[in-house]
């Protein structure tokens, strides 16, 4: 439904219809040469899922010959015919959602920020940027439940997720969570957390007893049971 939405928005702004775009999606492009190619830093998306959707539904609109999305840069790149110009861009990729923009040029993407944790959480940022943190149990709080959220800023399962850390971290005292940003599913992080790593959120939760609970692709029940111990 996401990516439907963004194209139903795209094709009213750009004056096409859905019958129009379905026709022109399973017929040869008049006219597809490519002129020029036109590269977009976009800021305030929720995850990479969306900026792919955006790129999908770019592909539709008259004069787009070809889309693109950056996963990790977070920037659009278009290739486009004659008749599309820059100035039509902005608009376009602002229905993608509330606060969603387009600069032009590479190297200014970015995803929406996290939001801040209550003040006097027992809450860290160890990496930004995917950097190696070493072993695991060694990021444990000694008489604490402490949680390792591995994430990703493009990763939208991320986001529900870390709400609801944030909401542990205000209301239950003795937990200490630790938040590993993964960056890229090829940085220094993850081939360091190697082949449990396959789906983010991936949670490792640490019992003050010392217990290991590993969750990849966790859901925060998943984590809230092994809580309740």
Known sequence: MRIRSIVVALLLVSGSTPAAAATRAHSPRAGAAATRVS????????????GDHLAAAFKTVPGVV???????????TLVLGDAFTDAQV????????AGVR????????RYLPPLAYPAGADVALLTRTGAA?????????????TVIDVYADWCIACRPMDASLRELARTRRGVAIRKLNLARWDSTLAKELGPRLTALPHLVVFTPDGRRHEFDGATFGQVAAVLRW
């Open 39 to 50: 590269v977009w830093s976009v800021q305030g998306l929720d995850g990479g899922d969306t």
């Open 66 to 76: 070809d889309a693109r999305f950056d996963l990790y840069a977070s920037e659009l």
């Open 133 to 145: 943190v070493g072993p695991l149990e060694r990021l444990r709080v000694p008489n604490r439940t």
């Open 102 to 109: 387009a600069v032009p040029g590479p190297g200014q993407g």
């Open 90 to 97: 902005p608009p376009l990729v602002a229905r993608a959602g």
